[in-house]
Structures are given as C-alpha cells and as structure tokens.
Nanobody, 117 residues
C-alpha cells in the first residue's frame, strides 16, 4: 500500500518562502499525475497544484506565479516551492493523486504551513 509522507512546513512571515516535499512508497509513482492539496480550518480540502508524469503542471488561480510544483521520479518525491507566501496560504498541505482520478491513496499526516507576522 502506498504511503505518503509530507514535510517542510513551518511558520513563515508574509512574503517568505517554503519548500514542501512529499515522499511516496510503493511502485508506480512515476506514471501518475500528482497533486498538492491544502485544507484551511473550516474549509474543504482543495487542489492547489498538479504535475503529470511528463512534467506538465497546473495551478489554482490563487497560487499562480507564486508556487511551483516539481517531481523527481527517481526518488518517488514531489515538491512544492512556495514563494511570496500570504496569510491566506495558511493550511495543512497534503499530496496525493490528482483529483482527476476517482480514487486517492490513503492520505498522509500533512504538513502545517502558517503564514503570519
């Protein structure tokens, strides 16, 4: 069974940067479109970025130009570089299969990102 382990979150001031990592176990990682999701308190989990096996990316409008998703198929890892962070980016961030898939792998514990002065 695939396990997802997110890391790299923390407390950062507005305008700062963080780089999140998501390590996956199991086989087949390289063929899937992977996504980064986030869930803020009292809100539904939303997809913020995704990357295909070939490296094509998509972003939700609120993070375009600030976030960059990437992947290393040799390491079974997907990354999210977050720049120019805003307080509204505060959330728990998770990785999983893109929302185009019907199923998801079991969710990991996520990594907390807090943007505050």
């Amino acid at each position: 069974q695939v396990q997802l382990v997110e890391s790299g979150g923390g407390l950062v001031q507005p305008g700062g940067s963080l780089r999140l990592s998501c390590a996956t176990s199991g086989s087949g990682f390289s063929i899937y479109t992977m996504g980064w999701y986030r869930q803020a308190p009292g809100k539904q989990r939303e997809l913020v970025a995704a990357i295909t096996s070939g490296g094509r990316t998509k972003y939700t409008d609120s993070v375009k130009g600030r976030f960059t998703i990437s992947r290393d198929n040799a390491k079974n890892t997907v990354y999210l570089q977050m720049n120019s962070l805003k307080p509204e980016d505060t959330a728990v961030y998770y990785c999983n299969l893109d929302d185009a898939y019907v199923l998801r792998w079991p969710w990991g514990q996520g990594t907390q990102v807090t943007v505050s002065s």
